[in-house]
């Protein structure tokens, strides 16, 4: 089992994937304090973290994944297959000091913390969650976007077919990632935790979620973890902030960030309210 989670995690290193990536250029010192600050933050599951087996990443998020499949129509097995894959079963960098499990990267429209690691380019931009429920919540939110619309209209446990859209679709640049995700899934048997649904359950579901994907065309995303709207002109700093970050988050340079709030140094503190819009 040890091997196997060798093999998960060396294939996160080399194969890590995720479409729609905003390219960050950022200072090796802004990504150590940022990721130091966000470790400080969490210092209290990293410290109580255990390593995880396959079988036992499995048994700890089956129930959430089914979940995701019932409100979404995304297979259960899918769902799990990627976690693992993508988080070494819980064991990778992401997954420990972010709660990232599926390494999906910073977009326009993220507006949560962020965590630097090197991926396709140096200090790529990854989101940061609370805990591993938001991740898997953020994953199925994720995949409601234009490009992945036909998928929804699979049947929910149709797991060849989504492990074959999502790489037509552009989430993996690894040509392997499809059979990667039905090996996973093969081997573990997590097809068992895929349900079929009838044609009227199927039809409701399709609707709702199709639906949602063409409300959100055209239109700019609000963060639905955070809650934080992008256009709000006052924010208050939260633990695990640092100048940067809540840069990025409002689309404003940290030297106008400063000049807004008559800031001297890169110095912040919890509770202290930043002017956030120029």
Known sequence: MQRINFVLLAALVCFSSCSARKKTTVSNRDVRNNNRNIQKANSASIANYKSLSSLDYIDK??????????????????????GLFESGAGNSELARFANNHFGIKCTSDWKGKSYFKDDDNAND?????????????????????????????????????????LKAAGY??????????????????????D??????????????????????????????????KPDDKIYTVKQGDTLYNI????????????????????????????????
């Not at 409601?144 to 699979?154: I, S």
């Not at 079929?196 to 709702?208: C, F, L, T």
């Not at 840069?247 to 912040?268: C, E, H, M, Y």
């Open 61 to 82: 998020f089956k129930a959430i994944a089914i979940q995701e499949m019932n409100q979404y129509g995304i297979p259960a097995s899918i769902t799990l297959a990627q």
């Open 125 to 165: 931009c990854f989101r940061v969650y609370d805990n591993p429920e938001d991740s898997f919540r953020d994953h199925s939110t994720f995949l409601k976007r234009k490009n992945y619309a036909k998928l929804f209209e699979l049947d929910k446990n149709d797991y060849e077919g989504w492990a074959k859209g």
């Open 172 to 193: 993996a640049t690894n040509p392997k990632y499809p059979q990667l995700l039905i090996n996973l899934i093969v081997r573990y048997n997590l097809d068992q935790y």
């Open 195 to 228: 349900r079929a649904e009838g044609e009227v359950a199927k039809i409701k579901r399709e609707d709702r979620v199709l639906s949602q994907i063409n409300d959100s065309i055209g239109k700019s995303n609000t963060d639905t973890l955070t809650k934080t």
């Open 247 to 278: 840069s990025k988050r409002f689309g404003i340079t940290v030297d106008d960030l400063k000049a807004l709030n008559s800031i001297p140094d890169n110095n912040i503190h919890i509770g202290q309210k930043l002017i956030v819009v120029k």
